[in-house]
């Protein structure tokens, strides 16, 4: 008897058998590029971002009183390694959804799967259209999309009155889709716009051939849509070859590339005179959950948070809130909530489109900016704002560069 | 116009590219190994000369030696650790030192690349520029001084050990250790001394180019992809082993992208080199300037 309870006791305390899982964390997974050739930046951005909001969420208790669990997968911005790791996330690892992809090529691979297995998914950072024209019921877009900056910068190109317009496009699905969905809007809104869209390589060093035709054509206006570093390699080689930002060229970048933390260190005078297509500002109006998350990004980096961040932290909100109204991690329910969701994020509040096509599942307001670049190491508090939430659009404000 | 341009940034594009590949081609003439880590070497110089300028505050030129010296270091250290159980006997004779050399360079290549990542992080660094200027106007073009004065040191460094290669003491013994490690070593010549030189002198070169490159290329942990890639492609192209072949290899690749990306185009840029180094194989395997076999 004494023997049976002297081994009660020690169950006891070596904490057997477990309290029906109710400590057991809840796990999400998080397909990220943690090496190249994918962006590793993107990737540390929306690291940080998860995991500010994962912190947030334990000081409130966690999700119905768990810990959030969140594992990370490196896919090297590869579709196939994209595929792998969502694979084993949810079969091995078991966990309850997937967040944090930030690569379209990839995120088209990641949905293939999570589709499969019926598991929740939260697309942090995918602005292909093709990924809400897939229509899958468990995928629900937190991201911007193509569509909507080729809407924003459509807008601006129509109010410039510019006639010829050059786009260079990296190679990936984010790329060509957004030049494509830009010739679509412009053909509506700017007919009289002479439109042309350039494919170069993301993994190439020189531009100078494809920049140089440009000294011939002269267009009014180049547009990038490229990330980093190939974005700032292109935008240095357009201006030491005198082409853009020029007194007769201005250049466009729709890839909101200006707010990361090393844009300045590598573009240095081509980046002035810039305009740019923007997802976050400090001038832009953040909810009290955005202004928690900003204050303590800066706590802990001491500089400004970039959009990123954001959309990283609204990805695990999301799937905490709708596993919460669920109350459940089971996937159907979660899938459930999701479609049902009116939270507020960090940048307003978020609904899902429920109607099959461009904007399924996705959240269709996202607020947007344009500002320009007008001094070496502006910094986005600086910069001129030509149009956001309560800012009007205004090209008159704009500054020509004076050669 | 447009066709002096092109001409003349595909030269300014050539030096470079040959300046890349004479550092690979030294090390396949000597030790007949094909060195997969040569990007990193480059990825080496563009980060010491960038932090030791943007971090340490050191002038441009001593920084840019500094960078030089640590790419013959890492070259030294290369050949002491890896390459010198090739021909100390170590590792078996015939094929296997072929295998064992393309899995520990490629294997140093991909430590390298994640150790840069796990210690510097993701973020590219623009190097700073020789010149304080971004651009100037050369005879109605816009061209960027730096780019204009990297090309120049390229050149004189081409110049520079073409000269030591071809008259010098060590030159000389170099070039006996490339005709026959094994006629060398019973005419008194150190093998292992002349392999750590050349290693050190292609590290150093290669660094150079690294450092050279990083105000237009930046610094970043993959950035060696690219200058390898290339310096394949005039390797073969000038004929395997050959620094006359590699040198003009690297100005017609640089000259002939141009042309094909502009008049063709853009998106089958790297083709070209590749359409080149494939024509190179058919039809002159030893390439321009090479040797008919590989060992006597």
New interface residues.
Partial sequence: MTRRLLLTLIALALGWPPAAGAQEPIKIGAPISM???G???Q??EVRDGLTLAQEILHKRGGVLGRKIEILYEDTQGIPEKGRAAVEKLITRDKVVAITGEHASSVTLADIEVAHRYNIPLVNTNAWSDAVRLKGYPQVFNRSNYNSRVAEAMGEVIAKMKVKHVVAFAE?TDYGTGQAEAMKKVLARVAPDVKFTA????R????F???V??L??ERPDMIVTIMI??AS??LM??L?????APSKDTWLYDGAGVADY??FW??????GVGLLSFGLYHPKMNLTPLGKEVRNLYIDQHKREPNRLIFQAADSLFLLADAITRAKSTEADAVIKALRETRFEGTQGLITFEKEKGLYFQQWKDIPYITYQLTARGQQLPETLLIQGPGVELSVDKLMRPAR | MLIVEIVFTGLLMGSFYALMALGLTLVFGILKIVNFAHGEFFMIGAYAYTLLVVWAGLPQVPAMLSAVALGALAGVLMERLLMRPLYTGVIGPGALRDEYAIIVTFGLSLFLINLSHQVLGPYPVKGPDLVAVSRMELFGMFVSPHRLLASGLAVLTLALIVWLIRTTVWGKRVQAVAQNRFGAAIAGIDHARVSALVLALSGGIVALSGALLSPLFHAYPDVGAFPAVKSFVVVVLGGMGSIPGSILGGLLLGVLENFGAIYISYEYRDTFGFIILMLVLLLRPQGLFGERAREV
């Fill in positions: 090496s190249p050739p962006s590793v930046a990737g540390k190679n350039r494919v170069l390589d993994a190439a060093r020189d100078t051939p494809a140089l035709p000294k011939a980093p570093p700032y390699l240095n080689q201006y030491e070859n005198g082409i933390p090393d260190d590598n573009v240095k005078d081509a």
